[in-house]
Every structure is written in C-alpha cells, then in structure tokens.
T-cell receptor, first 116, second 109 residues
Framework: EPEVTQTPSHQVTQMGQEVILRCVPI?????FYWYRQILGQKVEFLVS????????KSEIFDDQFSVERPDGSNFTLKIRSTKLEDSAMYFC??????????????FGPGTRLTVL | KNEVEQSPQNLTAQEGEFITINCSYS?????LHWLQQHPGGGIVSLFM???GKKKHGRLIATINIQEKHSSLHITASHPRDSAVYIC???????????FGTGTSLTVIP
C-alpha cells in the first residue's frame, strides 16, 4: 500500500542552524501538508501546498519557514535559523485532492527535531 | 483560544465497552476529521465528515453541523483501540486546519 515517507526520523541540530526535513508524498496526490506537534501538546497546522505553491499557512509559519517541491517526488520543509522552541515532531501529509483540501489525508511517520 | 474542544481528555474502559468521544468546534467548517495517534506517534485518518454519519468496522462517526458537534463511537472496544483520538476541522474561511488536544483512550483487557 502506498505510504508517505519522511526523512530523517530524528534530527538533532544546534540553535541557529538551518534544517531541511524531507517528505515523499504518495505519488498521485496533489495536496501536501506540514504539521508540528510539540511534545505533550496538540498537533498544529503549518502549511498546505498545491499546484507548486502555498495554498494556506498558519500564523506559526513565519519567514523562518519555507516549503519546496524540488522535484516530482520530494516535499521539503526548511527552517532557516532554528530556535529551541522549534523542537517538535514534524508530520508531513498528502491527499488526493479530488475533493479539494478537505480530502482524507495520509500522514508520514514524522521527524523528531531536537534543537540544542 | 481553542477552536476545537474534545471530551473527555482521558478515558479508561473495559474491553467490550461502548465508547463515545465528543468534539465541539466554534468555527465554520467544510469538513471534520477524526484521527488516531498511536503510542509511537504515527497518525492515521479514520474519518472525514461533512455531514451525517459514517461507519467503518466498529467505528462510527457522526456530525451535527447545526450544533457544531461530532462524536466518535467505538463498539465492542478492544485493547488494540488504545490510542489518542484527535478531532480536527477544515475551516471554511481560508482552509485553515484546527486540531483538538486529543482524547487518550486506554482499553483494559
């Protein structure tokens, strides 16, 4: 069964460093998403991406963050200068998009980011 | 502010019990999602609802748009149902996603 994959599973970085989190969505899906979950807290929406551009973003997704689909398969989240409070689990998801952004989403296993 | 509220926060049940988890939301929505988060952290989509009721195996999800309320029911609960159940909504203004804090369910054999 097709699945969303994410790499790495765990990333440790120093404060101020740039990190890139990678996701491979399901191949025929059109909508892509990034979410984060700080330990012990609820899942938070960061950004949705459709047709090679940002469809929607939350207040959390400030200038520190960017997303890219550099080729036909990868979908990346870049954090330019990491802060301690960026430590969280980051989930990527994708959906077919046939019903627009309300379609069922398929989640990746997550990348745990630790900022020291 | 919490656009999505869930209750209860924690729930312990005996195997075989009927379980109900509630979700209320305060924004206009285009869809509501029920998600399951396993102890290892992985998230699985259970249902996407915009009206009425859906059933999948022992799981039933209902939504009342007028009352801004949804329920997730588990019939004949089993220890493998132990997980965090999360309610999330697509706002109909700008397509933002809002998540509840989740209901942690433990089913005891």
């Amino acid at each position: 069964e097709p699945e969303v994959t994410q790499t790495p599973s765990h990333q440790v970085t120093q404060m101020g460093q740039e990190v890139i989190l990678r996701c491979v969505p399901i191949s025929n899906h059109l909508y892509f998403y990034w979410y984060r979950q700080i330990l012990g807290q609820k899942v938070e929406f960061l950004v949705s991406f459709y047709n090679n551009e940002i469809s929607e973003k939350s207040e959390i997704f400030d200038d520190q963050f960017s997303v890219e689909r550099p080729d036909g398969s990868n979908f990346t989240l870049k954090i330019r200068s990491t802060k301690l409070e960026d430590s969280a689990m980051y989930f990527c998801a994708s959906s077919e998009g046939l019903a627009g952004p309300t379609d069922t989403q398929y989640f990746g296993p997550g990348t745990r980011l630790t900022v020291l | 502010k919490n656009e999505v509220e869930q209750s209860p926060q924690n729930l312990t049940a005996q195997e075989g019990e009927f379980i109900t988890i509630n979700c209320s939301y305060s924004v206009g929505i285009s869809a509501l999602h029920w998600l399951q988060q396993h102890p290892g952290g992985g998230i699985v989509s259970l249902f996407m609802l915009s009206s009425g009721k859906k059933k999948h195996g022992r799981l039933i999800a209902t939504i009342n748009i007028q009352e801004k309320h949804s329920s997730l029911h588990i019939t004949a609960s089993h220890p493998r149902d132990s997980a965090v159940y999360i309610c999330a909504v697509n706002s109909n203004t700008g397509n933002q996603f809002y998540f509840g804090t989740g209901t942690s369910l433990t089913v005891i054999p």
